[in-house]
């Protein structure tokens, strides 16, 4: 082979290498259609592998926007795995239910969140794990709550909160005055008219959650009657009481970007209310449910097969 042929052989093989080194340190994000994710006009589902606990997570209410949800490959930024999730909740995006029951414009709220199926019945022991990790300039937006997962009721109580109708939900994660936390939602009264005391248990710091992957995992024990929490595999909340007191026909879990009262943020800091709220971004990944904190927490359990 001549000199000029080995030269064009040689910058082939380093021009393929260049390309590879490039192309695997370049992450792909979509909002919509790409492998397990699929959208159309006024929805988002995600399909997840059966060893995650859950067939479906999905946003029902659109119309979506594009900025609000991003399925991201990218193996060096994911807790684990290949790929993560990203949502963006930006001011004015609230929807109504396609029910017409709930419109979260008139109810001073924000969200743009999925709701997990299948539904579980409240008994036994029913976990949640997932993993989290705020956008680098992720703020709290006192007095508005902001929360990046829940677990709610259907066909729970109802009443009022704020002077708003309210289905309110067993557990809420929320970010607030600095601190992620677990709010544990104690409910008496009437069931159709339920008061509902709110207990948080602070959970980490949002400073220290910011840019890195956090586990959040707990446990509602309906058997024993408790509530159980970690973050990154560390107790952190042990409540011996039942997680409820009106028994709901099925408990489910809902995790995204979450404001509720936006109008408290906007009277009492921007002093206007018709001013803007601030973006908030959050990172998810490796969402479970299972009946016991090993079927769901990574830190507790690091072989666990991994969600992508």
């Not at 399909?47 to 995650?52: G, I, Q, W």
Request: hydrophobic residues 35%; charged residues 25%; proline residues 6%.
């Amino acid at each position: 082979m001549c000199a000029w042929g080995v030269d064009q052989m040689v910058i082939k093989i380093l021009t393929s290498l260049i390309l590879f080194f490039l192309l695997s340190n370049i992450s792909f994000a979509c909002s919509f259609n790409c492998g397990s994710v699929s959208s159309d006009k006024y929805s988002i589902i995600i399909k997840p592998p059966a060893h995650t606990g859950f067939k479906k997570h999905s946003f029902p209410n659109g119309p979506v926007k594009k900025h609000s949800f991003s399925y991201i490959k990218d193996a060096s930024n994911a807790r684990a795995g290949k790929a993560f999730q990203r949502f963006e909740l930006r001011d004015g995006d609230c929807f109504p239910d396609r029910s017409g029951r709930w419109n979260d414009c008139k109810m001073n709220r924000e969200r743009f969140e999925f709701h997990s199926k299948p539904r579980q019945k409240p008994i036994g022991k029913q976990c949640y794990g997932y993993s989290i990790k705020l956008d680098k300039n992720f703020r709290s937006l006192n007095p508005t709550n902001t929360d990046i997962g829940q677990v709610h009721q259907q066909g729970g109580p109802k009443g009022t909160a704020g002077g708003l109708k309210s289905f309110p939900p067993i557990i809420q994660i929320g970010a607030k005055y600095n601190v992620v936390y677990l709010g544990w939602h104690k409910l008496s009264g009437d069931p159709k008219k339920v008061i509902a005391k709110r207990i948080d248990h602070s959970l980490a710091k949002i400073s220290d959650m910011r840019n890195v992957w956090t586990d959040i995992s707990f446990c509602l024990d309906f058997k024993n009657k408790r509530i159980d929490a970690w973050v990154n595999g560390k107790k952190k909340v042990e409540i011996l009481q039942s997680p409820i007191r009106f028994k709901p026909e099925k408990i489910y879990f809902k995790y995204g970007i979450y404001r509720s009262f936006i109008s408290r943020f906007k009277d009492k800091i921007l002093k206007d209310p018709n001013g803007k709220m601030p973006t908030q971004i959050v990172y998810y990944d490796e969402i479970r449910r299972g009946n016991s904190i090993e079927e769901v927490d990574m830190s507790l359990n690091p072989n666990l097969k991994i969600v992508d």
